[in-house]
């Protein structure tokens, strides 16, 4: 059975908004009881995709919109995140080596590794002629 948690919101791409979407990914999951560690995890790769949006596909425009859209899907939940930024498929992007990551003293880039291990699946929807669809799925924990 699905059901809308939170129905395409609309966010503005700034970074104080981060907070603002982390907000909102927590109490919708909150409604649905889900347990705070899914909750972080949610939140996390949430911000991880969004501030990927800001800084790289929207180039810090702080005027461009990012929708949130949460679903309860029974056993799982999943966030819908939709921007209208040029098309770009995160699943495209490898892991890096972390030994090299960590000798270069990198200090971004992990974002789709990260969200990779928060989230239980992570599909790319295309959009039409402009902008992205990436959705994070979470199979629940038993215990609350």
Same mark, same amino acid.
């Given at each position: 059975?699905?059901?809308?948690? +939170?129905?395409?919101?609309?966010?503005?791409?700034?970074?104080?908004?981060? %907070?603002?979407?982390? %907000?909102?990914?927590?109490?919708?999951?909150?409604?649905?009881?889900? @347990?705070?560690? /899914?909750?972080?995890?949610?939140?996390?790769?949430? /911000?991880?995709?969004?501030?990927?949006? *800001?800084? @790289?596909?929207?180039?810090?425009?702080?005027?461009? !919109?990012?929708?949130?859209?949460?679903? /309860?899907? #029974?056993?799982?939940?999943?966030?819908?995140?939709? /921007?209208?930024?040029?098309?770009?498929? !995160?699943?495209? *992007?490898?892991? !890096?080596?972390?030994?090299?990551?960590?000798?270069? =003293?990198?200090?971004? #880039?992990?974002?789709? =590794?990260?969200?990779?291990?928060? +989230?239980?699946?992570?599909?790319? @929807?295309?959009?039409?002629?402009?902008?992205?669809?990436?959705?994070?799925?979470?199979?629940?924990?038993?215990?609350?």
């Amino acid at each position: 059975m699905e059901k809308f948690l +939170v129905k395409r919101e609309k966010f503005i791409s700034k970074k104080i908004n981060l %907070e603002k979407i982390r %907000e909102c990914v927590g109490k919708a999951l909150e409604k649905k009881s889900v @347990h705070e560690d /899914d909750i972080y995890r949610m939140q996390l790769a949430t /911000d991880e995709a969004c501030s990927n949006i *800001i800084m @790289h596909n929207y180039d810090e425009d702080t005027n461009r !919109p990012i929708f949130i859209s949460i679903k /309860d899907l #029974g056993d799982k939940v999943s966030i819908l995140i939709e /921007d209208e930024g040029d098309k770009f498929n !995160p699943l495209d *992007i490898t892991d !890096p080596n972390l030994d090299q990551y960590i000798e270069k =003293y990198k200090k971004n #880039g992990l974002g789709v =590794y990260l969200m990779r291990r928060l +989230v239980d699946e992570i599909r790319y @929807h295309t959009a039409a002629e402009q902008g992205n669809k990436i959705e994070l799925i979470k199979y629940l924990s038993k215990s609350k």
